[in-house]
């Protein structure tokens, strides 16, 4: 039996850098009550679902939740992150991205996505990769978002894979915890201090060649 029988990848920051478009349409909220967003405020928005992060954003800046029209404010976001994604193309996934892809497309092993986004299906087509995905389970399917494990339970029962047979990439801390509260093996993408539980670590996915992939697999 295949150590990983499917591997399911996080979409921000993993596969493509929207990160980037989701911190200038927070920001651009934020400046509605008078907030300013800084980029250290924001990384404690990494892989968090919108409504979460929105309600983050009140707490940062001490607005009272009743105050706000807060389902107003979700949809202007909203609009404004897929105002900005529209540039999007195929030459911004990320580095090593394609041939993880293609490696395990090869391999057989099942590949899923598990991203807090609502937007994932919108994202992938842009990059024109919609293919390689067997599932994708976003924001629009899950009641809890990470570091709850209902995203990546749901991607491996899709998958028909049990939680133990399946490989998680992820960006952020909040996703870690969920893969690893899914009983899945957890890969971090980024800085080891910025993570806790993570099986491996690399700064991003480049760093991982065919070698390291087929010891996973």
């Keep these: 039996m295949k150590k990983h029988q499917c591997v399911l ?16 349409s927070w920001k651009k909220i934020a400046n509605t009550f008078d907030y300013n967003l800084t980029h250290k405020d924001n990384e404690q928005l990494k892989g968090v ?38 540039s ?13 892809l293609d490696f395990f497309k090869e391999k057989e092993v099942k590949i899923g996505l598990g991203s807090a986004s609502k937007n994932a ?12 995905f067997e599932v994708v389970i976003d924001g629009n399917q899950v009641l809890k978002g990470k570091p709850d494990p209902e995203v990546f339970l749901k991607g ?7 939680p133990e047979y399946c490989l998680v990439f992820e960006d952020s801390a909040v996703g870690i915890k969920a893969a690893k509260a899914a009983s899945m093996t957890a890969v971090a993408l980024g800085e080891p201090s910025d993570f806790s539980g993570a099986d491996f670590c690399y700064p991003d996915f480049s760093y991982i060649d065919k070698n390291i992939l087929n010891k996973m697999v």
């Excluded at 679902?49 to 939740?65: F, G, Q, V």
């Excluded at 105050?67 to 404010?73: K, T």
């Excluded at 999007?88 to 993880?100: A, C, E, F, N």
């Design 121 to 132: 299906q919108i994202i992938l087509e842009k990059l024109k990769i919609t293919s390689y």
């Design 49 to 86: 679902s919108r409504t979460d992060s929105l309600k983050a954003i009140l707490k940062m800046a001490n607005i009272n939740e009743e105050s706000i029209d807060f389902e107003f404010l979700l949809i202007e976001k909203n609009q404004s992150y897929l105002t900005l994604v529209q």
């Design 9 to 24: 990848f996080d979409l921000d920051g993993v596969i493509v850098d929207t990160a980037k478009y989701h911190y200038q």
């Design 156 to 162: 491996s029962f899709a998958l028909n894979i049990a």
């Design 88 to 100: 999007v193309t195929p030459l911004d996934v990320l580095p090593g991205i394609m041939t993880g």
